[in-house]
């Protein structure tokens, strides 16, 4: 009889009692082995029976959540509670770092618990994620960084030109850290079209990748990362000017942005649409004496200073203390919400107080929070969770139900440009822009992508376009499933 201490025919434990969590099930049906059993027991909030993360309940058999994400040109990432990433959409060369190059997204049966956890190495969980052009990276919980994908300039910055992630064995151990050299740890990581930066705990920055147009800020338009002896103590900081260190960066598609300790902002890097807010069209840090104290400070207006600041490919946003958006740089489709296509920041006079802040139509009360910038769009995240974007719509990026640019045009900004519809009640909490897809991460946990949705990157298991006609968007988008 199961409870009395004997196991009898039919029993596999009995501890003389009938309680669950003491080693032993009620039914003397199987001993509990803790995490993983299956049955749960003591601090777990949930056991499904493996120790397997990325499945909604993790390795420790804590429940999942979705933390973090980031947007790369055609693909997304996730970074769950417990330190797991998932990576779906467009995956040549490996960017999703699932070991091979198939897309992730795109047909039925390839998220949720179907969709595999990026290998990191045993016992190593990642903190924060990147995502950029044909590449993905990941801060770990060690301060170490990998990254995986294309690497044809060295982005990858394991001393070649070989992609990580496109074939089995590239990842987990296999795959090494980025060697930066004895000295402060990483605590920030941003990626770009080929190219990536990181920010340590010291304030200094350092860049990797193709150094065309000067946007790794060395000085030189050589790539770094692509070759033996480049890495590590061989790879430069960036040199921010006398006494000054980042307190943020953000890289876009080729050029580069920096908060400084200040809070004023310093951007080097290709500039062939004012995207550097320089009133010029010359680029910076590819030769000698375009970096340090010789790169101006963007003039972001009288006694204003930057709080965020976002970088798309060609254009940059700034987010100042005073809650205005400013943007600058290129203006095809309205991404600047200035209400042409003028850019703005290649010439003089154009910066400072002659750029206007955004109208946003903002009510009482209501200031920009956040601000994101894909390819040719740019979207803020408002006080209340609130979302407007503008610029290129031709996909639905923006999520209006149409395919028209927002932004290009007097009229369209302000109280006339609506806030997206992401379903009743629900707010944004994290708002994430790629090369033509948006994604949010909600207020109430889940996660909804729109716009172009080739290759499968708004994770729907399909194709299918989204928010580019009447009726997609609300609660008629759904939401991406990882686990």
């Known amino acids: 009889m199961c409870g009395d201490g004997v196991i009898s025919a039919g029993e596999a434990c009995d501890d003389g009692n009938t309680i669950d969590c003491d080693g032993c099930r009620a039914n003397c049906s199987a001993a509990e082995t803790g995490c993983g059993d299956g049955f749960l027991c003591g601090a777990e909030s949930c056991d499904d029976g493996n120790t397997s993360g990325g499945d909604g309940c993790s390795s420790t058999c804590a429940g999942e959540a979705i933390l973090s994400i980031a947007t790369g040109e055609s693909h997304g990432c996730a970074l769950l509670a417990a330190g797991d990433v998932k990576c779906w959409g467009f995956n040549t060369a490996g960017r999703l770092g699932l070991g ?24 190593r969980t990642a903190v924060a994620i990147a995502a950029g052009g044909s590449h993905t990276c990941a801060l770990l919980d060690d301060t170490s960084v990998k990254c995986w994908g294309s690497n044809a300039f060295g982005e990858l910055g394991q001393g070649d030109v070989a992609s990580r992630g496109d074939a ?87 050029h580069t942005c920096a908060i400084l300790d200040d809070d004023s902002v310093k951007c ?92 946003l139509g903002l009510g009482a009360g209501q200031t920009v929070i956040g601000v994101t910038a894909g390819d040719f769009h740019t979207c803020a995240r408002l006080t209340g969770g609130a979302v407007k974007c503008w610029g290129m719509g031709t996909y639905g990026q ?55 949705g080739t290759f499968g990157r708004l994770g729907l298991g399909n194709t299918s376009t989204r928010g580019d006609g009447a009726g997609e968007m609300g609660d008629a988008l759904p939401v991406v499933t990882l686990f």
């Open 100 to 123: 091979d190059t198939a897309h992730r997204g795109d047909a039925a049966g390839e998220m949720g618990t179907d969709l595999p956890a990026v290998d990191l190495g045993v016992g």
């Open 168 to 254: 089995p064995g590239e990842m987990g151990d296999a795959l090494p850290p980025i060697d930066f050299g004895s000295g402060p740890a990483v605590t920030a990581l941003s990626v770009g079209y080929r190219h990536a930066c990181a920010l340590f705990s010291d304030g200094s920055v350092k860049c990797w990748g193709s150094g065309q147009g000067g946007r790794l800020g060395l000085g030189t338009t050589t790539s770094r990362g692509d070759g033996p002896g480049e890495m590590g103590a061989a790879l430069p900081t960036v040199d921010l000017g006398t006494g000054h260190t980042a307190k943020a960066i953000a890289v876009g598609g080729f």
């Open 268 to 359: 080097w890097g290709a500039n062939g649409r004012g995207q550097l807010g320089l009133g010029d069209l010359a680029s910076r840090g590819a030769a000698a004496g375009e970096m340090g104290d010789d790169l101006p400070i963007v003039d972001l207006g009288t006694g204003r200073t930057a709080v965020a600041i976002a970088t798309g490919n060609e254009h940059t946003c700034a987010l100042l203390d005073d809650g205005a958006l400013k943007c600058w740089g290129n203006g095809f489709n309205g991404r600047l919400g200035t209400g042409d296509q003028e850019h703005r920041g290649d010439d003089p006079g154009e910066m400072g107080d002659a750029l206007l802040a955004i109208d």
């Open 398 to 452: 923006l999520g209006l139900g149409d395919n028209q640019h927002r932004g290009d045009a007097t009229g369209e900004m302000g109280a006339t440009l609506p806030a997206l519809d992401l379903g009743a009640g629900l707010t944004v909490g994290t708002l994430r822009a790629g090369a033509q897809h948006t994604c949010a991460l909600l207020g109430n946990g889940a996660l909804k992508c729109w716009g172009n």
